[in-house]
C-alpha cells in the first residue's frame, strides 16, 4: 500500500495537471473570445466606413439638386 507521502505526491500532481489543463482550455476560450471581437469590430469599422461614404455622396448628390433648383429658379426670376 502507498505511503501517505506516495498519496500527498499524487495527488498534487493531480492538482497541478488539473489546473495546467483547466487554465490551457480558459487561455483558448479568451483567444477564441478576443478572435471574434476583433472580427465583429473589424465588420462595424467596414460598416461605419461604407455609411460614411454613402452619406458623402448624398451630400454630394443634395448639393447637385440644389444648385439646379437654384438655376431653375433664377431662371423662372428672368
Known sequence: MPSTDQWMAFLLVNIVAYVAAR????????????????????????????????????????????VMIQRQANQLDK
Open 23 to 66: 487554465n490551457t482550455v480558459l487561455r483558448r476560450e479568451r483567444q477564441r473570445e478576443k478572435k471574434a471581437y476583433t472580427e465583429q469590430l473589424e465588420r462595424l469599422e467596414a460598416e461605419r466606413l461604407f455609411h460614411i461614404q454613402l452619406q458623402q455622396e448624398q451630400e454630394q448628390l443634395l448639393k447637385e439638386h440644389w
